[in-house]
């Protein structure tokens, strides 16, 4: 339904001031570096990624606020931008309903008319009609219901909290039906409980009217929780898109591995392949793996989830399936409500696991760790690879 071709954006054009090579910092460089993407109809879409990676320019081009150095961009069959043909549909023709991170209502308007905004200035075209002011009261009263501020009406703008505000932007995207709204860290004002809620809402509202979404942010939870794809970005480039499973099980690279969150990515290399399975040489010992792409020979980072782990005391009998197993000690634990994160000495390394709160054993306790081969990732580290630091989060309000 959007199709993304080879787009590129330099703000610093080459030779200017602050152009450098890949790799020394987000802040130089092209901000899109030949960027395609394919969004479906009705899909909710987001663009993840480090703080400086692109993905305000890439949605900003998209909505045709921003004008690309090269590439084509087409919604549904119609060009909206192309390098090759100079075709530049502007922003208002465009249509998008579009939410930002500053929600921006009009303070001096009340509710109903923040969101009959939009179709009051609408220039009627082709496919938009010129609506009756009883047409335009429905379509109003429809986005306030959606968003579930439908008694809202005739309140001041001004006196919603920061959740209904967001809302209320929401329902300002929505209600002249755009093919597709774009949104830019619309949650991150938020603190983290209103955040999580309204994670939900926007979901909801998604899948019920079927609107096709841009979203983007820098949260890896937020993006696995809402998306149908996450496509993630790094430094104006693409690194992966998939399902959130995908993206969480089988990164396909150590900065999305990274970014997404995983502690446990031991250095290896592929010694031994039978079929799909294959044993990895690391500084804990050999690892077996159910399914293994990559040649004998490859450097690896091993992925094993901290949830994945089974914890047990070290004296207890093994239950004598074939997992991998490592022996180690306790030497750090953080409650945290529904479950607890152990730190466990193995050898030199450090590995991060999660017990469930009545089965957590204490620090100092020495404990067997072990793990199924179906568990066990592994992710093909390139050469010169960069170390990529996770944003923080932001504190919450
Ligand atoms: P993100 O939204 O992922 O944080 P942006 O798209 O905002 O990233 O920025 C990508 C890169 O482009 C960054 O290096 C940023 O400094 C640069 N950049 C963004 N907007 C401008 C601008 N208007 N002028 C110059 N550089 C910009
Ligand atoms: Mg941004």
Redesign the pocket.
């Known amino acids: 339904m959007l199709s993304i071709a080879k787009v590129t954006k330099n703000?610093?054009p080459r030779g200017g001031r602050g152009v450098k090579r890949r790799g020394q910092g987000?802040?130089?460089g092209p901000?899109l570096r030949g960027i395609d993407l394919e969004v479906g109809r009705g899909q909710f879409h987001t663009l993840l990624?480090?703080?400086?990676?692109?993905?305000?320019?890439?949605l900003r081009s998209i909505a045709g606020l921003e004008r690309p150095d090269s590439g084509t961009i087409t919604l549904a069959g119609t060009t909206m931008f192309s390098s090759a043909t100079g075709i530049d549909v502007s922003p208002d023709r465009r249509g998008f309903g579009m939410v930002f991170q500053s929600y921006a209502i009009w303070p001096h308007m009340d509710v109903f008319k923040n969101v009959a905004f939009p179709l009051a200035v609408r220039r009627p075209g082709r496919t938009t009609p010129k609506l009756s002011r009883a047409e335009q009261r429905e379509r109003v009263e429809e986005a306030l219901a959606a968003v579930g501020l439908a008694d809202y009406a005739g309140r001041p703008a001004t006196n919603l909290s920061g959740g209904q505000q967001q809302r209320l932007a929401v329902a300002r995207a929505l209600v002249t039906r755009p093919p597709l709204v774009l949104l830019d860290e619309p949650l991150s004002n938020l603190d983290a409980r209103l955040r999580e809620s309204m994670r939900f809402e926007l979901k909801r509202l998604q899948r019920e009217t079927g609107v096709t979404m841009v979203y983007?942010t820098?949260d890896q939870a937020e993006a696995l929780a809402l998306s149908d794809v996450v496509t993630v970005?790094s430094a104006?480039s693409i690194e992966q898109s998939g399902s959130p499973q995908e993206i969480y099980d089988q990164p396909s690279s150590l900065f999305v591995a990274e970014f997404v969150g995983a502690p446990n990515l031991l250095p290896g290399v592929v010694e031994h392949t039978a079929g799909d399975a294959a044993r990895v040489a690391s500084e804990a010992g050999s690892i077996a793996v159910d399914r293994c792409r990559l040649e004998q020979g490859a450097r690896v980072r091993v992925l094993m989830r901290p949830e994945d782990f089974t914890v047990t005391p070290a004296d207890a009998a093994p239950d004598g399936a074939d997992h991998n197993t490592f022996e180690g000690v306790i030497t750090a634990t953080a409650f945290e409500g529904e479950r607890v994160r152990q730190k466990v000495q193995v050898g030199d390394l450090t590995v991060e696991c999660h017990a469930e709160r009545h089965q957590a054993l204490s620090e100092g306790t020495s404990v067997r760790l072990t793990i199924p081969p179906a568990q066990v990732r592994l992710v093909p580290e390139a050469e010169g690879e960069r170390r990529t630091e996770r944003q923080p989060e932001p504190a919450a309000a």
Do not use: Q
């Not at 990624?49 to 890439?58: A, E, M, Q, R, V």
């Open positions: 703000y610093t987000p802040a130089t901000a990624g480090p703080s400086g990676c692109g993905k305000t320019t890439l983007v820098h970005m104006g």
